[in-house]
């Protein structure tokens, strides 16, 4: 409940985006976890700016250097440090931004906040950047998962919505090894294709347009275990939605049919039970695989509203703080129109940490994970 | 991150529904803050089941007493220990759940966590009549922000949404003490009364037919400073989330407008800021108060969905876990035909614990509040 | 790090001495775990004042009752709730006490600490009564050790100094059961028979003195495996002298040789190995069983510093803070001229809560215990 | 209670002595408090190794590079990353540790606890360079400390105890600004000049001896206000002692007249209060500045107990765990005969941490600090 997160699997994020560097801090990998740091690295890419006309045009390689805790291939149990410098920090523009909040953005409470001592710089602490030392922490329990699960632990992320194009897919029945080997084939990381291309027009209209879209991602883990997860506070809902929250853009959150739910009785919503192979399931997902704040074996499903970029060439009102009037602002630079692909591996690695944390409690607790 | 939550105001509850009784643990008061120990049970009264034909009736009058950390009407900086009898307990009926799973109840997946162990008889530990011992903690905290601001911070919830019939209600212009000060008069606790009648109609006719039905609760928390929240792990979001998501049922939060933000444009998106009266203002109210994870000064906005309850007395399919054969169930007992009107007081008092918690890590950090 | 303790396994103390009720709520004893609550109150009737001569009159039975979480001699896996009452409160002595600090109390700087509205009857929040439900947790994760170690674990504790006589006792070969047996036979709870007897008489001089004594309380944890504790922040001596201080009066904790290590070479210091039928063990033991801050497999041995009791008849000069000016007290009521004996149950429990605490998250991190 | 320390000054370390580099992010500086990294380097500068012939010849400059959360000699609010390079790193004599584990060290606990994954070169994670990084975010707290105190806030530490050398200094009444600016100029650290001698002579023969000597350091932070540190849990000892077990080769932890106040009367050890220049002061310090777990407005006095090191080349008796027979083991390498000096800095630092997140918290308490 602070600046880190987790109980056992524990992650700091430190950085801002015109510094020295972003980096993060993860505690909880067990000693002898085989750590693939090309498959960290491999998440980083997904995430990097510049990977098509979609996304922003800033030059990040985004180079994650691991300083501890991995040594031949393997966790040593120690914690593990990692940085990313920050290559291309063009800091003459944030200038006026000091006093010139851009709507939408954490600028004037942050000011307020931090009585203007905070780094405006690129969005300083509060940049999306930040969400690369997550995403590396996330890609390490994500391999620390799959290892403990002997491979059955799969987490899944899509596009399903952008700019108001709604994607077909069913994440109870999607064929998720399939349409996870050619997700990121579309620029949109959308697996419907008729809509991604759709997705993809509108998106460039609004990039034309100086403008932005938001979006809907659908996440999916399979393979999890039943009994994740603690009654109440730390239900895996609270969690998931803690660390999506976390995420700058996000909005909203919904599990299996969310806000659906709410409009259905409740001998539709019940998902009844019956015997498949000697094992308990699910005869539908409603609940999105969590009864009680603890996983049911069914799927863990859940959609993630993401803003819109705040960030847009497109003139607004804002106020002057200096002058105490107001005034208006194009926010120059080069922003992305639609963030959603790029939170599409973001928020398929960040669910692994709080996932990792909750199974570490759980084999805590003597569940046999 | 574990059965307790909050940094500097910490709440632990326990308990099991039919247990000897069920409490909680708070600390974090400040010494000498007034409390009113009679407006706190005022909450718990507005929780409390048989309060119309609407809800259960079980007979249960929820008294809580204060076993530490009040004197003379004020905190004493100490815990706060509550405890809650458990009253009105038929246990008779929790035989067959042992090994008959609930559809939608925590009953499957808590069995196999805690290896048939849980106390099955009314959802054990897992009861939504936990959530009165959260309520009187919400109940504190939400005093003691009023104390700590003066008056400013008032909390509001409503029914906004049930059974698919939805309300017109506009939270970011209601007329809050106008409308807090009649939402009980009506067993749906919905601001408006067209859509409240049709509500209750639809819930009357859920409960003739044995069923259940959702819906969505709206709270909105007016006269927060601008700052309370911590970037990334700890936003305003990610705290009120987690919250939301350790109440049983509820399925989805959104904050603003939320889901809808994700089809907007970001020129419609922002927020655009004026000078009122000297202050800053934004001009609407999409981003539900909260900018890069800090309160921004507009009201603090969200959305809640509520899955319909889990007992209906319609007969459903589940599984014998002894003789791992399928089978049917009907749940008797007292249930709540709906429990959104019920979900509305403990949302509206549960959201404190984490602004307390915000509140008092802002002060440490050294804003003016 | 606030009022509740532990990461896994998780406590939270409540209540003022002449309040209604104090107690405690623990978390984290895995579900099926067998508890014997007789055991628990077993060790609460050891701590309970009025054994003897050596200790208060003060007349409490400091009877606890489970809440929750425990369910026909098993743990549920659910929090326990515990309260204790607080019968024979004679609060007519505190009103002086109010503005009148009793030196070596907590009484001055809690009420700058909280402004003057702390409860100062009995010491309020401060009391050493609040070691009762901190004996309570102890005693349920001591049993939770013994079941999952399969009785190795055993917590010994004895006096083993009191006003300055010191016992012969040698904790890494001494037979702990053998001794553990009888120590409850002398008032002193001192394991050398002839220092008892000089310890008690030197207590019942101080009584009659109106005066108090201190001592000091060796602590001998047998049967630990290998590898429990956290590198630095949360080594095995950080967590077991961070309870250890959290008890009233303690002031000083050494582990193994302690302060005497200080004066030796490293030559002497080292335990060096040998193996012992195929078991690697210590010839000697100046760690005290704690080596990098993990337990090695030796015993852990630490020795506890207790001052002597604060509460004293024999007149004292203080200051009155209404009229600023000196005084003199006489602390009146029924005091301890010596807490060691009591303090000796305390601590044997208490050390039990961080171990738990260890051993669970060393179980999480995949150690094989 | 994890590899992170701290409620609101939250610290995490990370690095292992032969991997790429050491760190830490520290949490919870305010915004805008003054911070001198020229300061911070310079309490690194003197705990660095090869300062004089008491010390080991490792050669490491210690430089910390500053990644995020300092902007103009401000702090922005945001976390504070430092790393600290691994310079001087010859691993080669670290093959035979990998099985014949080093009498004193954490060598076979971490082996048995990491199950053979542990970076055993140089210590790994265990080794004491992971003081560095904990010594930078100390002097981060001390800075703000001061900052926040206006000053008054000044920790100091110095070897009183060295190879059984006893010096003559008084915690209570000496002047501790005037032997602070001497305190470096003898390599013990010593403020008694003849024992600083004597005890360097004792160091001497040690390192002739290719032996070791372990010794005391006093602490003693003078300008603290009443009431930081939390009743029980967070009592200013437990916190304190929690940080200096989480230093390496320290045994004892000891408060004020510490193990000798056990040996005295209550009338004795109770330090009495009088009014000075209308201030609450006492005549006397047992306590160490610290009742019922808070500061009580004397200066917080704590001594130290650091055991010899544990690395000789002195021939010793162990074992070879491939073989699983006795061996002998002479620890070639650069090591410190004394670390008594260099733990000076480190101490002196390392409470400012604690101190720093108890003062926050008071201060979201409501006390005026």
Redesign the interface.
């Known amino acids: 409940?602070?600046?880190?997160?987790?109980?056992?699997y524990?992650v700091?994020?430190?950085?801002?985006s015109h510094?020295?560097?972003?980096?993060a801090?993860a505690?909880?990998v067990?000693?002898?976890t085989p750590l693939d740091l090309k498959a960290v690295q491999y998440q980083l890419d997904r995430r990097r700016p510049g990977q098509s006309m979609l996304t922003t045009q800033r030059k990040e390689t985004d180079t994650v250097?691991?300083?501890?805790?991995v040594?031949d291939g393997?966790?040593?149990?120690?914690?593990?440090?990692m940085?990313i410098p920050n290559a291309d920090t063009d800091s003459s523009k944030y200038d006026r931004i000091r006093h010139v909040?851009r709507?939408?953005?954490?600028?004037?409470?942050?000011h307020?906040?931090?009585?203007?001592?905070?780094?405006v710089r690129g969005g300083?602490?509060?940049s999306g950047r930040?969400t690369a030392p997550?995403t590396a922490a996330g890609a390490l329990a994500r391999q620390t998962l799959q290892h403990l699960s002997g491979g059955a632990v799969r987490p899944f992320a899509a596009a399903t919505?952008i700019?108001?194009v709604k994607a077909r897919f069913d994440p109870d029945t999607a064929d998720l090894a399939t349409i996870a080997a050619r997700i990121d084939d579309h620029p949109t990381r959308c697996p419907d294709p008729d809509a991604a291309d759709e997705m993809a027009a509108v998106v460039e209209a609004?990039r034309r347009?100086q403008?932005?879209?938001?979006?809907?991602v659908t996440c999916v883990v399979d393979g999890l275990p039943?009994?994740l997860g603690?009654?109440?506070?730390?239900?895996v809902?609270?969690?998931v939605?803690?660390?999506?929250?976390?995420i700058?853009a996000?909005?909203?959150?919904?599990?299996?049919?969310?806000?659906a739910?709410?409009?259905?009785?409740?001998?539709e919503?019940?998902?009844?039970?019956?015997?498949e192979d000697?094992k308990?399931v699910?005869?539908s997902n409603?609940?999105?695989g969590a009864?009680?704040?603890?996983?049911?074996?069914a799927r863990l499903v859940f959609?993630v509203?993401?803003?819109?970029?705040?960030?847009?060439a497109?003139e607004?009102?804002?106020?002057d703080?200096s002058s105490?009037?107001?005034t208006t602002l194009r926010v120059t630079g080069r922003h992305d129109p639609c963030i959603v692909p790029r939170a599409v591996p973001v928020i398929e690695n960040v669910v692994c940490i709080g996932l990792l944390?909750l199974w570490?409690?759980?084999?805590?607790?003597?569940?046999d994970v």
């Open positions: 409940m602070t600046m880190s997160f987790g109980t056992l524990r700091s994020i430190f950085g801002e510094g020295h560097a972003i980096g801090v505690h909880g067990p000693a002898g250097t691991f300083l501890s805790g040594l393997h966790a040593t149990g120690a914690p593990i440090g940085t909040p709507p939408g953005h954490s600028d004037y409470p942050a307020v906040k931090y009585r203007g001592h905070n780094d300083g602490h509060f930040l997550l919505s700019g108001g609004a347009d403008d932005s879209v938001g979006g809907v039943v009994g603690e009654p109440f506070f730390d239900s809902e609270s969690v939605a803690h660390l999506m929250f976390a700058p996000v909005k909203g959150v919904e599990f299996g049919s969310g806000f739910l709410s409009r259905l009785h409740g001998s919503a019940n998902d009844t039970y019956t015997y000697g308990v699910t005869r409603h609940a999105g009864l009680g704040g603890l996983t049911d074996g959609r509203a993401v803003k819109p970029a705040s960030s847009i497109k607004q009102e804002t106020v703080l105490r009037e107001g944390d570490s409690r759980a084999r805590a607790g003597g569940l």
